[in-house]
């Protein structure tokens, strides 16, 4: 109800400000990109509203939109990042939450490889990471096989991919025997092997969102259809659990 009310609310500045009911563009981090997708065709139909999404790694995006890029939103794979954007006057404070909390897991299309954190003392040649810089599920990566001890001897193996999406094809293709992804990413997969890391292994994986463009009544009632009872719904088919709000 609380959605619809909101939605009714912009309906009467949307027939006299169209510049508001512009469909809303809203950058997300590239673990989510299924969610999102999913979520984007839900909200279309609860609403009647339109959103379009661009992914990326979470550092990248937060480039682009420090220099302008026109996003009216920001689901980051962090917490840091949306509470960096409003210190710098970029996003709104009242609209910072957390949408998601994600699981890192060490994926292979190897149904025999990966049985446990032992896969990474295995005999491989590549193993996938998403660029720790850029990309909160990199880091939380680094940091679990720091855990681990075993950095040191993995990092002459590693292959870096731009974000967690492009780490995941690297692994897809075969181009990395094994490597950690989003437990979203393989959630609807069946085959494979893979080991979901143990949370105290890394830095929690918090994932923020903030509203960049507060007169944009789309991004702003998409941002309030993530905490609405089906938006948490479908946000924790793909693996995720959610902070209260």
Do not use: C, K
């Not at 990109?33 to 990248?60: C, D, I, N, R, Y």
């Not at 699981?103 to 896969?119: H, K, Y």
């Not at 025997?177 to 393989?186: D, I, K, R, Y």
């Amino acid at each position: 109800m609380r959605l619809s009310l909101l939605v009714v609310a912009f309906a009467g500045s949307v027939v006299s400000l169209p510049a508001i009911a512009r469909d809303a563009q809203i950058a997300v981090a590239a673990n989510f990109t299924a969610a999102a997708q999913e979520l984007g065709s839900a909200f279309a139909e609860e609403t009647g509203l339109e959103v379009s999404f661009s992914f990326g790694a979470t550092g990248q995006l937060y480039a682009q939109i420090i220099q302008g890029a026109p996003f009216d939103a920001f689901l980051s794979a962090d917490a840091a990042t949306p509470t960096r954007l409003v210190a710098e006057g970029l996003g709104e404070s009242e609209s910072l939450f957390s949408y998601a909390v994600g699981r890192l897991v060490l994926f292979s299309v190897d149904p025999d490889r990966v049985t446990g954190p032992e896969a990474l003392e295995g005999d491989f040649a590549n193993l996938a990471i998403a660029e720790p810089a850029a990309a909160p599920y990199g880091a939380a990566a680094v940091q679990t096989m720091e855990a681990l001890g075993l950095l040191e001897d993995v990092s002459p193996r590693l292959v870096v991919g731009q974000n967690i999406s492009q780490t995941y094809q690297f692994i897809d293709t075969g181009n990395a025997e094994l490597g950690f992804v989003a437990l979203s990413q393989v959630m609807g997969r069946a085959d494979g092997s893979r080991w979901i890391v143990d949370e105290d292994m890394h830095d929690p994986i918090a994932q923020d969102a903030v509203l960049l463009s507060p007169d944009n009544a789309a991004a702003r009632a998409f941002l309030e259809f993530l905490g609405s009872e089906q938006g948490v719904t479908i946000i924790a088919s793909f693996g995720y659990s959610v902070a209260d709000r």
